[in-house]
């Protein structure tokens, strides 16, 4: 396929307006399926499982089988709608919404339509230089997850070219909440950004209600971002797109830039946008068509007959709303503040996903500088080179243990960055990997004294250079020294006993 003609984003901004709105798909961590009693477990156990293991005759669409709501769901999504600033419904029914697909073993998906469990509400959002921006949100509302298809044979591992697909039913039937906004004017060239600092609102959100992972390199958190253009000044909407299940903050963002400059190439030269999905590619950095985006009515919604409406009692609401964590721009405002950072270093930790791991390592005895120091520095750095999440290396309590030994003097900064390593290969914690390895400090002076007696031996005009004021001379005994003892000799103290006996 030839590569998309793309406009330079500031022109296209010039010709027309960005229209942006979002559908965000939570899976919710509760122990079992949305209308069966199959097992919802964590990610590593729901990657390890066999396919079509974690399955029920309800999941499956099997004959005679019925769903049942599963209540902790049920207060997720209220949870959930809470928190985005939505009503709740007093009553909210479950509709079928009609397609067929190979991963939807019922040829329907039991979702909601016209009566949701949450409505009209906001988020904000707020930009890397602390702009906030106010999205609108339509409603949340909840539904299952389908199966998933593996397509075999072809060079891509995608439907084209493939030989052959297989069904894997396992996430079928998992709980979700959909949270789709209302039309999103006025973001102009910050359309990206927008994009991306929106679903890192929904992710902080929903980890700090505890209720998912929200990651989205494994699908706990999927975006669909649609766009369209207008040209400056009409009023009608032009036609958008839908970019499926971007897997990134920061290929949301690549996507959004993207179909702006790609539609407003086709625009300008005269042509037509299809309402289509889109598949983006994080390789090429495009996105390609998918199927032509249905309307409502296409899927025959209807009310679900098997299943009864949702009627939360008032009290419930009342104490699910009284149980909802700070929100998350209050709260990453107040923690900039208590840690001391300035917006540049605060910035390293929101960005990079990183305050809950911050955090929990702070309370867990690290200072705020030294935790930031961890896990923006080499952590960051081993994740980058392993391509691994950087909270998928090390614990926090392991990244403040590690500190404390630093800080008591058992390790060097050196030393620490060999235990980290250790650590994350699986050889224990880090006073484990100490004992194993041999790397304390040595804070024997003895030891220390006959490591210097040894580097003045082979450098007898050092000391003269000491004594008459080049004290930066004595670099180069320390330089012996800590190559001789691997590195786990203190330079500082190194440095004292050869000025002590300078001074002799």
């Known amino acids: 396929m030839a590569a998309a003609k793309l406009m330079d984003f500031d022109k296209a901004l010039e010709l027309f307006e960005p229209v942006l709105g979002f559908e965000v798909h939570v899976e919710l961590n509760t122990n079992t399926k949305m209308f069966s009693d199959a097992p919802n477990p964590a990610n590593e156990a729901y ?15 099997l004959p005679g089988s019925l ?3 599963n209540e902790t769901a049920i207060r997720s999504s209220i949870s959930l709608g809470l928190a985005l600033g939505c009503s709740i ?15 939807l073993g019922k040829n329907y998906q039991i979702s909601q339509y016209d009566e949701p469990i949450a409505y009209e509400g906001s988020v904000q959002v707020e930009l890397e230089d602390g702009t906030l921006i106010t999205i609108p949100i339509e409603r949340a509302h ?11 044979g072809g060079a891509t591992g995608r439907i084209q ?36 600092a929106y679903v890192q609102a929904i992710r902080d959100i929903v980890r700090g209600l505890g209720i998912s992972e929200a990651r989205l390199e494994r699908g706990n958190l999927r975006c669909d971002a649609n766009v369209s253009l207008r040209p400056r000044g009409q009023e009608k909407l032009g036609t958008r797109t839908e970019t499926k299940n971007v897997n990134s903050m920061r290929s949301v963002e690549r996507a959004v830039r993207y179909e702006i400059q790609r539609q407003a190439q086709i625009l300008a030269d ?9 598949h983006w590619h994080e390789d090429t950095g495009t996105t390609s068509p998918g199927r032509p985006k249905s309307d409502a009515d296409d899927y025959r919604y209807f009310p679900e007959p098997d299943l009864l409406p949702v009627e939360p009692p008032a009290e419930l609401v009342a104490e699910l709303r009284a149980a909802l964590p700070e929100q998350p721009v209050a709260r990453r405002r107040r923690l900039m503040t208590e840690w001391g950072f300035t917006d540049l270093e605060f910035q390293d930790v929101r960005n990079g996903g990183l305050l809950e791991v911050v955090e929990a390592t702070i ?56 235990v980290l390593e250790g650590v994350i290969a699986g050889e224990g914690t880090p006073q484990e990997v100490v004992d194993a390895r041999g790397l304390a400090v040595v804070s024997d002076d003895g030891a220390l004294i006959a490591a210097i007696d040894d580097a003045l031996a082979a450098q007898p005009d050092v000391m003269a250079k000491i004594k008459d004021g080049k004290v930066q001379a004595a670099g180069a005994v320390i330089g012996a020294v800590m190559k001789a003892m691997k590195g786990q000799a203190d330079a500082a103290r190194v440095r004292e006993l050869i000025l002590e006996r300078a001074a002799q």
């Open 363 to 418: 309370l867990a005895g690290a200072t705020p500088a030294t935790a930031r120091k961890w896990w923006t520095g080499e952590i960051s750095r081993l994740a980058n080179t392993q391509e691994k999440d950087a909270t998928d290396l090390i614990s926090p309590e392991n990244v403040a243990a590690l500190q404390t030994l630093v800080e008591a003097g058992t390790l060097t900064d050196k030393l620490a960055r060999q």
């Open 161 to 196: 070219g493939a030989e052959y697909s297989l069904v894997d039913y396992n996430r079928a039937g998992v709980p979700l909440v959909e949270i789709v906004t209302k039309t999103i004017f006025g973001t102009e060239h910050r359309a990206p950004e927008v994009a991306k």
């Open 142 to 152: 909840m539904e299952e997850d389908a199966g998933k298809l593996t397509h075999m």
């Open 89 to 103: 419904a007093e009553s909210s029914r479950f509709a079928r919404k009609n397609y067929f697909y190979p991963d």
């Open 67 to 69: 769903p049942v709501v």
């Open 47 to 61: 990657h390890a499982a066999e396919p079509n293991t974690l399955i029920a005759p309800v999941d499956l669409g």
């Open 270 to 278: 005269g042509g037509t946008i299809t309402q289509e999905t889109r």
